[in-house]
């Protein structure tokens, strides 16, 4: 038997079906009329956007990441809940902007910017965390051309890393931003071309459920962006704090403890450098917002045995939910909180393999898990589900189609 990850705080049982918000998971999908399907909970994103308001500093404001799920009514709701977003592709801008959000709340950062990028970019008004010196001169050169003042800050590659992040975006050669060291130059470049100076973006890493290591990561963060700013001469419009905020995905994870980090940036702001006493200060979250308030519903459609194993066959799989299936920035594969929709608080009878429905072994979605006793026509339910699923994981991959999505 391998242990389930543990179930987000938004769901409940309710007549021992899975629900939250008092509404019953399987009257979602009955909606929906098919599965698989993303469904995404708005009052699970409004608490936790409520939450972090109440904890982190009032005057650091909140960015999504787009990347963690782009979804069109999400980035809508998201355009009146949160202060400003973070694309990492013109793809995203044009996401952002068909969503209705204001070009001037939005940042993009990203190696590699195509210079179709780089227009859309500053045509819309969008600032550009430029991740090198080239980077740069592109983008002058485009403001020159389509004769407007682009909007840039410099996305700086740290010599410190968020220790322990599920992914490392800082500390030594990174493609990443611009290594610290050349920040104060290029920086000095920009403004003296006549550009808007943004200021800096400091991005160390990202899923750490260890409040001391972004605590940590938060204070190299200002004491850099300090350093940098009086290097350069020119007050610091914006600092970029990063952000690295996990969720629980794996069993013996923990909730971060965002009351400690909140405490923790609020001291450590207090006793901030005189270069900041005009400056704007973000989070970009992408995961924690949204992670943990959508869960992905599949239907079994086969249950099979095999040398003594159960194989519970669903009608989804890695191609909707890679990380679920551990193909998607996991080395040891460990089991994603999942449950059975219609015996939620059920006691576990069975040991079995929850599998997707493409023909290759990495497709599994739980191994070995305890579960209720299932039968083909039940509903599965993969929680955890709400970022880097439906678009981070290959939909065309064996042909079976994307997933459905539902805000509700
Ligand atoms: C620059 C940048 N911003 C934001 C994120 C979002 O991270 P998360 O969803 O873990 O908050 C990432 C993730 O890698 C990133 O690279």
Not at 223 to 231: F, H, K, V, Y
Request: proline share 5%.
């Amino acid at each position: 038997m391998k242990p389930l990850g543990p179930i987000p705080p938004f769901y409940q049982a309710m007549g021992g079906e899975l629900s939250f918000d008092g509404r019953r998971v399987q009257e979602f999908v009955e909606k929906a009329g098919r599965t698989p399907i993303f469904i995404y909970s708005r009052a699970a994103i409004l608490q936790r956007i409520a939450h972090l308001r109440q904890v982190l500093p009032e005057d650091v404001q909140i960015n999504y990441a787009v990347k963690a799920n782009p979804y069109r009514p999400i980035l809508e709701m998201m355009s009146e809940e949160v202060d400003g977003f973070d694309i990492a592709s013109g793809g995203e801008l044009a996401l952002a902007l068909q969503a209705g959000i204001d070009a001037r709340r939005v940042s993009f950062a990203g190696p590699g910017k195509r210079d179709a990028e780089l227009e859309a970019a500053i045509t819309a008004g969008v600032t550009l965390n430029l991740e090198s010196e080239g980077e740069a001169r592109r983008a002058l050169a485009m403001g020159q051309t389509l004769a407007i003042r682009p909007r840039l800050a410099i996305r700086v590659n740290p010599d410190f890393e968020l220790k322990g992040s599920g992914m490392k975006m800082g500390g030594g050669a990174k493609p990443f931003g611009v290594d610290a060291e050349r920040v104060p130059a290029l920086a000095r470049t920009i403004i003296g071309q006549g550009a808007e100076w943004r200021g800096l973006h400091i991005f160390t890493g990202s899923q750490s459920l260890d409040a001391g290591a972004i605590i940590e990561a938060q204070d190299n963060v200002l004491s850099l962006a300090g350093e940098l700013t009086d290097a350069i001469g020119t007050p610091l419009p914006k600092l970029n704090l990063g952000g690295g905020f996990g969720i629980p995905y794996f069993h013996g994870d923990e909730a971060l403890d965002m009351e400690r980090i909140g405490a923790a940036l609020s001291a450590r702001m207090a006793v901030s450098s005189d270069a900041f006493s005009d400056t704007e200060f973000c989070v970009e979250l992408g995961r924690y917002l949204v992670g943990e308030a959508g869960v992905y519903v599949t239907r079994i459609v086969d249950r099979k045995i095999s040398h003594g194993q159960i194989y519970l066959v669903t009608d989804g799989g890695l191609h909707h939910q890679l990380a679920a299936s551990g193909n998607f920035g996991t080395v040891v594969r460990r089991n994603y909180p999942l449950a059975l929709v219609k015996a939620f608080d059920a006691e576990p009878t069975e040991v079995a393999n929850v599998v997707g429905c493409l023909c290759t072994p990495l497709d599994r979605l739980a191994d070995k898990a305890h579960l209720p006793h299932a039968d083909v026509g039940d509903l599965v339910a993969v929680f955890c589900a709400g970022a880097y699923g439906a678009s981070a994981s290959p939909t065309a991959f064996l042909g079976q189609g994307p997933a459905a999505e539902m805000l509700v």
